[in-house]
């Protein structure tokens, strides 16, 4: 059995004990799909070069620990 990330083991149970199969509003699914899909590009167009720089030396130190 694989090692599971505490974050599955704390959805699994959730849904062990509450045991509801809620269906899902389509129509918010597709909005919510289409501003996911759309949203990260009108972002990144936004931003200078100079930005998204910054935005991803800080990432790297957040995720390496250095610069």
Do not use: C, H
Not at 36 to 56: C, D, M, V, Y
């Amino acid at each position: 059995m694989a090692k599971k990330d505490i974050n599955e083991v704390a959805y699994f149970i959730l849904e062990q004990i509450t045991n509801e199969d809620r269906p899902k509003n389509e129509a918010a699914v597709t909005l919510g799909r289409a501003g996911g899909l759309k949203g990260g590009k009108a972002r990144a167009a936004s931003l200078s070069p100079e930005r998204r720089k910054e935005i991803a030396q800080k990432a790297a130190t957040k995720r390496w620990g250095k610069e």
